[in-house]
């Protein structure tokens, strides 16, 4: 396992480093300790952990299916709660360059629930997964694969 390195830079502002990557990521405390600077939070990093993390375990299904997986993206908002302060959810927001099968789409949710991050997250971290059409729009509530709680 690659070690990684954090080192303080002063004023709520980290270095992340990893072992054999030449690749550095800035990363600040909160916004209140280095004024406003825009460099992505610790909790920052765990979205994007987990949001690539769902698309590469849905790659392998969706190259085998004939997709290009370069042209597939997802949006993540965090939700943070308080006392004591911690990640309260994330909404997921799948956006696949063209409509899916249905079937294929419930494969790629299921898969996503695998992803090494996800089952990292304690059940208290809820995931709400939106699919949403290629012409902009969030399926509807009503949609059994739309609201998936992972």
Same mark, same amino acid.
């Given at each position: 396992? #690659? /070690?990684?390195?954090?080192?303080? !830079?002063?004023?709520? $502002?980290?270095?992340?480093?990893?072992? %054999?990557? @030449? &690749? *550095?990521?800035?990363?600040?405390?909160?916004?209140?300790?280095?004024?406003?600077?825009?460099?992505?939070?610790?909790?920052?990093?765990?979205? #994007? /952990?987990?949001?690539?993390?769902? !698309?590469?375990?849905? $790659?392998?299904?969706?190259?085998?299916? %004939?997709? @290009? &997986? *370069?042209?597939?993206?997802?949006?993540?908002?965090?939700?943070?709660?308080?006392?004591?302060?911690?990640?309260?959810?994330?909404?997921?927001?799948?956006?696949?360059?063209?409509?899916?099968?249905?079937?294929?789409?419930?494969?790629?949710?299921?898969?996503?629930?695998?992803?090494?991050?996800?089952?990292?997250?304690?059940?208290?971290?809820?995931?709400?997964?939106?699919?949403?059409?290629?012409?902009?729009?969030?399926?509807?509530?009503?949609?059994?694969?739309?609201?998936?709680?992972?």
């Amino acid at each position: 396992m #690659a /070690a990684i390195r954090v080192a303080g !830079l002063g004023k709520g $502002e980290y270095l992340f480093r990893k072992e %054999g990557v @030449d &690749t *550095a990521i800035s990363v600040q405390a909160s916004a209140s300790c280095t004024g406003g600077k825009p460099l992505p939070s610790p909790t920052d990093l765990v979205g #994007a /952990a987990l949001g690539t993390c769902m !698309l590469a375990v849905m $790659e392998s299904m969706l190259e085998r299916s %004939g997709y @290009d &997986t *370069a042209a597939f993206s997802l949006d993540i908002e965090k939700e943070m709660a308080d006392s004591p302060r911690r990640i309260a959810g994330f909404s997921v927001k799948i956006r696949p360059p063209c409509m899916l099968d249905v079937s294929l789409q419930r494969k790629l949710e299921r898969a996503a629930g695998l992803c090494p991050v996800t089952r990292s997250l304690g059940p208290d971290v809820k995931i709400h997964v939106i699919w949403e059409q290629p012409d902009g729009r969030a399926k509807n509530e009503s949609d059994p694969v739309e609201g998936l709680q992972l």
